[in-house]
C-alpha cells in the first residue's frame, strides 16, 4: 500500500519576526492534542524539516535545540503548516514520550496529568481517507487504490475478504500461542498487519462505492446512543 508513504516536506515561506522567530504550536497526531509551544528561526526550521525531527531555537541558551536531545522524548514531525498570515507555524508531530520538561503529556497539563495517551489514534485514518479519495477521483497510474478502484467492487470485495480470512488466521494464531504459553509477540504483530490491511481495503470498498466513512460513524453513534426510557 505505498500510496500511504509519508509525503515531503518542503520549507514553507514564513514571515519570521524582527528577532527573526516564529511561534511554532506542537500538536500530536494521534488526536490533536496540543503539546507545546516554543520558537524556531531559519536554521531550527531547516533542521526539522532536514531530519525530521522537531528542532526549535533556544531563547535562554540562544542557539539551535532538538526536542529531546537530552531526555531523548524527541518529536517525529509527520506535518508542517503555516498560517494565514505566515507568521505562525502548526507543526503535527508523533512524541516518543512526555513533552513537557515536568513529565506530563503536554506543557499543558497540570503537573500530575499522566504522560499517556488516552486515545487510540483514529484521527489518524481521516489522513489515510483523504489519501484514498484523491485517487478515486484523480485515478494517477501506478497507484495500489488506483488499480483496485478499476477493478470496480468485486475486485475491492475480494480483497476485503481475503484479508478478513487473514485477520481470522492471525487471530488463531495469537489464541493458540496464548494457550500452550508461547511468545506471542510474532502472532500479535501478524494480527496488527492483516487488521490494517482490513481497514484500508473496506475504506477503498467504501470509496468505490461512494460511501464516506462519516456514514459508518453516525451509524454505530445511532446504534450505540442511549435508548431513551421507557415510559413509567
Excluded at 528542532?55 to 526536542?67: A, E, G, N, Q
Excluded at 531523548?72 to 514520550?97: F, H, K, Q, S
Excluded at 499522566?114 to 481517507?129: D, H, I, N, P, S
Excluded at 478499476?150 to 500461542?177: I, S
Aim: net charge negative; with cysteine.
Amino acid at each position: 500500500m505505498s500510496d500511504t508513504a509519508p509525503a515531503a516536506i518542503t520549507l514553507p515561506e514564513v514571515a519570521f519576526g524582527a528577532d527573526g522567530l516564529v511561534p511554532a504550536i506542537v500538536q500530536d497526531v494521534a488526536d490533536g492534542r496540543v503539546l507545546m509551544l516554543a520558537w524556531m528561526d531559519a536554521e531550527a526550521l531547516a533542521a526539522t524539516i532536514a531530519t525530521r525531527e522537531v528542532h526549535f531555537h533556544s531563547r535562554s541558551r540562544d542557539r539551535l535545540w532538538r526536542k529531546g536531545e537530552t531526555s531523548g522524548n524527541v518529536l517525529r514531525l509527520v506535518r508542517l503548516d503555516v498560517d494565514c498570515d505566515g507568521d505562525a507555524l502548526l507543526v503535527t508531530a508523533d512524541p516518543a514520550g512526555p513533552t513537557c520538561h515536568r513529565h506530563t503529556r503536554s506543557c499543558f497539563d497540570a503537573s500530575d496529568a499522566t504522560a499517556e495517551r488516552t486515545t487510540q489514534g483514529f484521527g489518524w485514518l481521516e489522513k489515510l481517507w483523504s489519501t484514498i479519495a484523491d485517487r478515486a477521483t484523480t485515478r494517477p497510474i501506478g497507484s495500489y487504490t488506483t488499480k483496485l478502484l478499476d477493478g470496480g467492487v468485486d475486485a475491492v470485495g475480494r480483497k476485503v475478504t481475503e484479508e478478513a480470512t487473514e485477520v481470522l488466521l492471525a487471530a488463531r494464531d495469537d489464541a493458540e500461542a496464548e494457550r500452550v504459553g508461547g511468545e506471542r509477540g510474532a502472532a500479535q504483530d501478524a494480527l496488527a498487519g492483516e487488521t490494517a490491511d482490513l481497514l484500508y481495503h473496506t475504506l477503498v470498498l467504501l470509496a468505490e462505492r461512494g460511501v464516506t466513512p462519516s456514514e459508518v460513524i453516525a451509524t454505530l453513534r445511532e446504534r450505540h446512543a442511549p435508548h431513551a426510557a421507557a415510559p413509567g
